[in-house]
C-alpha cells in the first residue's frame, strides 16, 4: 500500500491495498476508502466515511467533519461518497445529522472544484460539477448531471432538477426544475439548458417537449398549477416530462420562477 510515511492513518481504518495517501494525510479510525482511490498531500478524511474506487482527493480536502449545525450534539451519523468522484483542492464535505437522515451522499463521477462545500444531509447525484467556491447548505438535493457555476449558492432544503445549470454567482432560494438555466441573486428562470440537453443525448423530439412545456410554465399566462396540468396533458406519458411534472408537483419551497 503506497503511503506514505508522513501519513497519520488510523490502525482501524479499512483502505483497499491499491490505495494511495500522500505526505501528511490524516485518515480517522471510521473511514473506509476502496481501491484505486488517491489521497493527496495534507488531506483531512475523518468520521464515519466510506469512500468507493477511483476517486482522486487532492490536497488539503477535508472530507467527514462534524457539521455546522449548531443542533448537532455528537449523534452517530455518515459521509458516502461514490466513485470516480474527484474533490479538488480545500474542497469540504461534511457527516449527515440525525434531523436530516443521518447521511451526506456524493454518487459517481463528480466533479467538486476548489472551495467548493456541500453541507450536511445534502444529496448530490450522478455526474455533478460544482464550480470554485460554490455551497451547497444543509438537506439540499440534487438530481443527476447539475452544473453549479463559480461562486453560486442553494439554500438548506432546497431541490435541484436534474440537467439544470445554476450560472456563476447565482443565489437559488428555490427549487429549480429539471432543465433550465437560472441566474441573479435570488436565481430566476432565464431558459433551457440546451447545451445540457444535448451532451445528455436527449434526441430533437424530446428536446422539443421540454421547450414546450418551458412555454407553458414560464410564458403562458396560466397559474402554475394550471400550467402543471397542461402540461401533464399535452405531453405526458413521456419520460422527460413525466420526471418535469413530478419535480414542480413534490415543491415545499416553491419553484423559482
Known amino acids: ?24 494525510a490524516v485518515i480517522g479510525p471510521q473511514v473506509k476508502i476502496g ?28 472530507l467527514g467533519a462534524i457539521p455546522q449545525d449548531l443542533k448537532y450534539a455528537g449523534e452517530p451519523t455518515r459521509l458516502e461518497i461514490g466513485d470516480h468522484n474527484q474533490i479538488r483542492e480545500f474542497a469540504t464535505v461534511h457527516l449527515g445529522t440525525a434531523g436530516g437522515g443521518g447521511v451526506t451522499r456524493i454518487s459517481n463521477h463528480c466533479l467538486l472544484m476548489a472551495n467548493s462545500h456541500v453541507a450536511h444531509d445534502v444529496k448530490l447525484g450522478e455526474s455533478c460539477i460544482l464550480a470554485n467556491s460554490s455551497a451547497l447548505a444543509g438537506h439540499v438535493v440534487v438530481e443527476d448531471r447539475v452544473i453549479f457555476g463559480g461562486l453560486s449558492a442553494v ?31 435570488r436565481a430566476e428562470v432565464v431558459g433551457i439548458n440546451t447545451v445540457g440537453l444535448t451532451r445528455a443525448h436527449f434526441k430533437d423530439e ?52
Open 155 to 185: 439554500h438548506q432544503f432546497t431541490r435541484i432538477g436534474r440537467l439544470a445549470f445554476v450560472s456563476g454567482g447565482a443565489m437559488v432560494t428555490q427549487d429549480v426544475p429539471p432543465y433550465v438555466t437560472v441566474q441573479g441573486d
Open 206 to 257: 424530446a428536446q422539443a417537449r421540454v421547450k414546450n412545456a418551458f412555454k407553458i410554465l414560464y410564458r403562458s399566462k396560466l397559474g402554475f398549477r394550471e400550467a402543471i396540468a397542461h402540461v401533464r396533458a399535452e405531453h405526458g406519458g413521456f419520460e422527460e416530462i413525466d420526471h418535469l411534472v413530478a419535480f414542480l408537483e413534490n415543491s415545499e419551497r416553491g419553484i423559482a420562477r
Open 1 to 24: 500500500m503506497p503511503i506514505h510515511p508522513t501519513a497519520v492513518v488510523d490502525k482501524h481504518a479499512e483502505l483497499d491495498s491499491s490505495v494511495e495517501v500522500g505526505p501528511f
Open 35 to 62: 481501491r484505486g482511490t488517491r489521497i493527496g498531500a495534507h488531506a483531512v478524511i475523518e468520521g464515519d466515511t466510506t469512500i468507493g474506487k477511483d476517486n482522486h482527493i487532492f490536497q488539503f480536502a477535508a
